[in-house]
């Protein structure tokens, strides 16, 4: 398995930007609770650490989205399979995703979660491929810039596999 994996972040330079990004946001949201939104499925590590890195008050909530299908190019297409449980209305919200990468699914949410009267709504990204963007999105705070590469791990998988590598690591097919 691991012969066509490259790492490009171990677990513990992860483990030190997640603390970092954790702060950083809590700055940001000052004694407010935060409702932090996790973009299913890849983001559920990330966002176990870092809400773990967030001082004070956070609501957990997810977000079920559907925008690759199995393979390593997007189709485009993107579908919410599982919608969030409560209202997000006058809450302080964090998008927590895992890669942006050509901006279609970030733009949907941002559309699609903005109607819904947040306070203030926000996105983090672990990673973010900027070489591959197809539509401006505002990325309030990224993990890691990398090139335009496929990666796995951290959550991150390849037809549901690798999500539970500790790292992060380029797919050499
Ligand atoms: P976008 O809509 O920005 O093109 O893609 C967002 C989604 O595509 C991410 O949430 C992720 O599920 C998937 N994706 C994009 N790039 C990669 C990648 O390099 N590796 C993996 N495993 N998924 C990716």
Sequence with gaps: MSANLRVLFSAEQIAARVAELGREIRAAHPDQTLTVICVLKGSSLFMADLVRAIPGDVRLEFLGVASYHGGTSSSGAVQITQDLR???????????EDIVDTG????????????????????????????????????????????????????????????????????VP
């Design 104 to 171: 279609l699914t970030m733009d949907y949410l941002l559309r699609t979660l903005a109607v819904r009267g947040p306070r203030s709504l926000r996105v983090v990204s672990l990673l973010d491929k900027p070489g591959n963007r197809e539509i401006e999105v505002a990325v309030d705070y990224v993990g890691f810039t990398i090139p335009d590469e496929f990666v796995v791990g951290y959550g991150l998988d390849l037809g549901e596999l690798y999500r539970n590598l500790p790292y992060v690591a380029v797919y």
């Design 86 to 96: 409560a209202s997000i209305e006058g809450q302080a919200c964090l998008i927590v």
